[in-house]
């Protein structure tokens, strides 16, 4: 299943409704506090969809979600495709058939994508010309700047499924470009905590077993240790499957607020 996003004719409303689409092309399990639980395993035929996004200039690359864990895996642009060096060889058999396919030196995981890069995702623009820019830069390969173009391209796509926090933020920036803030990035690092303690939650009266830490804007420290939260509600879309994924490690339960290593 496709979702597309045209960036030519982008407006506040159509990414948000972008986004929206994109959420609900995600197959789940049930709800768990009226927020999506996604499976922890599906069937090959229905493991990826795609979201294709066109650019300013009218170019257009494909990019491979992985639907139990919301997974950037690889993107296609022409006839080349390129995986994260860690993508599920299942995604080789399925993904981009007919396209050359080219394995890049490094894995979604944010440590790794910002060592290539050479930057923190905190100093990496984001917003709607951000991601035009990484799609030109990911559509004719430029090695050197693809790391920062990805790292552009998961938050403004499967962060902003994950969080309407981040979806709000970057429907602000239709113009201009923002760097992330601290509850951005804090967001973004403890989705996979976020999504076990709501499960956990369900018998225990809607408390958390452990508090997750996270970040405000103005970058003071607060804990999330129940269902009530507005952390929680009307802001997580999606709730990664304690199940899933394992050999990712996506429940480490010391984790460091900033610079651990988290997959997109």
């Keep these: 299943m496709d979702v597309n996003f045209d960036l030519s004719t982008a407006t506040a409303k159509t990414y948000t409704k972008f986004i929206e689409d994109f959420r609900a092309t995600l197959p789940f399990s049930h709800k768990v506090y009226d927020i999506p639980l996604l499976y922890s395993t599906i069937s090959d035929s229905r493991r990826f969809i795609l979201l294709n996004l066109t650019s300013y200039a009218y170019e257009t690359i494909s990019v491979a979600i992985d639907v139990t864990n919301v997974y950037v895996v690889a993107y296609r642009t022409r006839d080349v495709s390129y995986f994260f060096k860690e993508s599920p060889p299942e995604a080789y058999n399925i993904l981009f058939k007919g396209a050359r396919k080219i394995t890049l030196p490094y894995t979604g995981n944010y440590e790794n994508l910002q060592t290539a890069a050479h930057k923190i995702r905190e100093n990496i623009d984001l917003g709607l010309p951000a991601l035009s820019s990484a799609i030109t830069t990911l559509f004719y390969y430029n090695a050197q700047s693809a790391p920062s173009a990805l790292l552009v391209l998961i938050q403004t796509t499967a962060e902003a499924a994950r ?102």
């Design 163 to 264: 969080f309407k926090y981040i979806e709000r933020h970057v429907a602000k920036y239709v113009a201009t470009n923002f760097k992330p803030n601290l509850a951005i990035i804090s967001l973004e690092n403890q989705w996979s905590a976020l999504s076990k303690q709501i499960f956990l939650a369900q018998n225990q009266g809607g408390k958390f077993r452990n508090p997750v830490d996270l970040i405000k804007p103005t970058g003071e420290r607060f804990q999330v240790t129940n269902v009530d939260s507005d952390v929680v509600k009307g802001n997580i879309k999606l709730l990664l499957n304690s199940r899933a994924s394992t050999a990712d490690e996506n429940f480490i339960t010391t984790m460091t607020l900033l610079g651990e290593s988290v997959v997109n």
